[in-house]
Nanobody, 123 residues
């Protein structure tokens, strides 16, 4: 059983940056692809970014490509989402998740989920 805990969310002005972290415990972190999803009020959860188990490959939703980066530190069992040039439409609860398969863009591919962290971007 893998436990995931996100942190780093908050309130930021448009154009600003935030870095989300997701700490994993209870499993072999380096075996899992890791992903970030988000869900805005009254909207469905959507894929944001993912990274392969070794960190050698990444994938991004078109809406965040060029603004967000994903990275991981397998020694620290942590995955990061660096968010730059934030926009009001990036406001959502952000979730990290762990998957045994790669590539992984679909939520059902993910086996474990964190509780989420709120990101609010003001205009």
């Amino acid at each position: 059983q893998v436990q995931l805990v996100e942190s780093g969310g908050g309130l930021v002005q448009a154009g600003g940056s935030l870095r989300l972290s997701c700490a994993a415990s209870g499993g072999t972190f380096s075996r899992y692809a890791m992903g970030w999803f988000r869900q805005a009020p009254r909207k469905e959860r959507e894929f944001v970014a993912s990274i392969s188990p070794t960190g050698g490959s990444t994938d991004f939703a078109d809406s965040v490509k060029g603004r967000f980066t994903i990275s991981r530190d397998n020694a620290k069992n942590t995955v990061y989402l660096q968010m730059n040039s934030l926009r009001p439409e990036d406001t959502a609860v952000y979730y990290c998740a762990a998957a045994r398969s790669w590539p992984s863009r679909v939520g059902v591919q993910y086996d474990y989920w964190g509780q989420g962290t709120q990101v609010t971007v003001s205009s």
